[in-house]
């Protein structure tokens, strides 16, 4: 078993990561970019866990960003571990629904609980992992609390996500082109493909094996994105995609949030 450790960056993944490896763990440098990267044993040779940098997207504004997107095309790993901060839970879920899309299974650990707790915000488990469809374990990776409770649920059958935010008619109507036309890469999700080279992940679009079709499929991104501004001269792609995924959060955040009297 590898599993892939993701959140945004101060979301407890080294806490987390040092909890769940015994002390042989390795430093070394990712393909062709000078960003280290940790693999640990997982305890009772469970398989290894692997530690990414910390990012808010896949595509990728950042080195780090790269790094992460890179992986995901390039390595073999059996599922992806998701560290998610329960105080900053919307914007943390914004990499989440991207992660899901990547069609691997996804466990969250739902991190911080106990900072969330003295901002006043309970965040029902229960409600998250049904509304999503996959397993979320509550941590408070500091003290290790939960951790055991993680380790046990990696061991349990691995669940695929059978997830899909709907992106609305035109950005539907384009990831179907999308992925009628992009050609089969190591098995990847196709869909998953087909939305970060809409949103103009520069990782995905440079994939070797898409340019004989990069040039088409570039232009009619950009025909999309002309159609979208002749509506809307402010919005993107990118944008559009984010607020559809806001609004997925924001619904979320309804039924999956408490609000206490803060401590
Ligand atoms: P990373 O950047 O995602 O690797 O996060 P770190 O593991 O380095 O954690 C960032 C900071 O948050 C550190 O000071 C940790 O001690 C702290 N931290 C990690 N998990 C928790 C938690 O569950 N609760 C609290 N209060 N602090 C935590
Ligand atoms: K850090
Ligand atoms: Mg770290």
Known sequence: ???????????????????????????????????????????????????????????????????????????????VLNIVDASQLARNLHLTIQLMEYGKPVLIGLNMIDVAKSRGMKVNDRSLAEALGIPVVPIIARTGKGCKAISEQMQEKAVVPDFRIDYGDELEHAATYLMDRLPDFRSLNKRWLALQFLEGNEVIRQIPAFMNVKPELEDFCAGVERRLRAANPHTSIKQEMFKKRQQFIDRLMETAVEKTAAE
């Open 1 to 79: 078993m590898q599993v892939a450790l993701f959140g945004n960056p101060n979301t407890g993944k080294t806490s987390l990561f040092n909890e769940l490896t015994g002390s042989y763990e390795y430093v070394g440098n990712w393909t062709g970019v000078t960003v280290e990267k940790k693999v640990g044993q997982l305890k009772e040779n469970a398989g290894v866990l692997i530690d990414l940098p910390g990012i808010y997207a896949l595509n990728p504004l950042s080195k780090d960003e790269a790094v992460a997107s890179r992986f995901l095309i390039e390595e073999d790993f059996t599922s």
